[in-house]
């Protein structure tokens, strides 16, 4: 009997058992008949002359310093989709937590969870900058709506919070879709960390991701850089794959970073960047500087590892290469700002991510 997870054009007509369920500030527990019941709520001025039914709840105020729990579901089942749309900052912070662990298995500012690193950095919140994403797990659409489609088992429970660590309130909509339903066995449980290195210290890798410990696979990148100094081309550096015992050498290595992205030659068609976003793929933001304010060339790519699972038995640590060109045609090891998030699946317990930076070091300047 099919369980109603894992969905996909194959098996979308099958019926199964599955209980389908939604978390929302319209329904804050995903309660069979719960939504829409709302009679206060941050709509409830503006639903005055209607009243409940009507909109009144549709979002909520994450206080300055506070955490806010958005779903503490029991399970089994699986996370099938979730929808954000927020004032973006490196200081609004998404985690979740499967069955029971002290600590995160999702671990990330919310814009780079959603491969949208760079989103209103030059700009106020309503004017800023809002690249689309056109991805298959991941889909940002006009203005800052931010999708994902990873599916997420668990078996005893999932537990979701958005933590604001500014100084300003925060105004979150937000709608987590998830099923109810018997787990297979051989589910792994979804991750994301994410690590920031500003600037890349000369001749040391960026570390995308280390300390992985069981049985897993990775499944995709996320990776945006801004450049230190004009210094010409950027991308020469090659993302490595160290697993189940690799030391100094890896099992996988790439040929350089727009390669990896799926780009080549750099990225350069007739003197200029083209970005592009594709289902497992992308360079789809380039901010160039403006000669007043905005000094520093930047970019924001992404690679999903959805049909070629990069998969490990025992441990993992990938890096990349931050690398260049310099005189009479060497390369450069350059020192650049580089953050990245991390994408995998792995059996639990798992090893504790490595806790974030404080809110200077995770400012974008």
């Not at 979701?160 to 500014?166: G, K, M």
């Not at 068609?269 to 976003?277: L, P």
Request: with cysteine; net charge negative; proline share 5%.
């Amino acid at each position: 009997m099919f369980n109603g997870l894992g969905t996909n054009l194959n098996n979308l007509s099958k019926i199964a058992d599955a209980k389908t369920r939604s978390l929302s500030a319209e329904n804050f527990d995903g309660k069979k008949g719960g939504g829409g019941q709302a009679t206060e709520g941050t709509c409830k001025k503006i639903a005055r002359d209607l009243g409940q039914k009507f909109k009144v709840s549709p979002s909520v105020i994450v206080d300055a310093k506070s955490t806010f729990t958005a779903g503490d579901i029991a399970g089994p089942g699986a996370i099938q989709s979730m929808w954000v749309t927020c004032e973006l900052s490196r200081d609004f912070i998404i985690r979740i937590y499967w069955d029971d662990q002290e600590t995160p298995s999702v671990e990330c500012p919310v814009q780079d969870f959603f491969a949208f690193s760079w989103g209103n950095v030059t700009d106020d919140s309503k004017h800023g900058t809002f690249p689309h994403v056109n991805s298959v797990p991941v889909m940002v659409a006009p203005a800052r709506g931010m999708n994902c489609f990873w599916e997420m088992p668990f078996r005893k429970r999932a537990k979701i919070t958005f933590e604001n660590r500014s100084d300003k309130d925060i105004t979150l909509y937000y709608q987590i879709n998830y099923a109810l339903a018997e787990v297979d066995d051989d589910c792994a449980y979804f991750h994301a960390s994410f690590r920031r290195t500003n600037p890349v210290k000369y001749k040391e890798d960026h570390i995308i991701i280390d300390n992985i410990k069981g049985k897993g696979q990775y499944v995709g990148t996320v990776l945006a850089i801004g450049l230190n100094g004009a210094n010409g081309w950027w991308g020469e550096g090659e993302i490595k794959f160290f697993m189940d015992g690799d030391d100094e050498f890896p099992t996988i290595c790439g040929t350089g970073t727009e390669d990896y992205f799926g780009g080549a030659y750099n990225f350069d068609v007739n003197g200029g960047y083209v970005t592009y976003s594709g289902p497992y793929m992308g360079m789809h933001q380039v901010i160039q500087p403006d000669g007043l304010y905005v000094s520093q060339q930047r970019f924001c790519m992404y690679r999903w590892h959805i049909v070629d699972p990069i998969r490990f038995e025992s441990d993992l640590r990938v890096t990349i290469q931050d690398l260049g060109w310099r005189s009479e045609m060497r390369f450069l090891p350059r020192q650049d700002d580089i953050a990245t998030v991390a994408f995998w699946y792995q059996t639990l317990p798992s090893a504790p991510l490595l806790p974030l930076p404080d809110c200077d070091e995770m400012e974008i300047i």
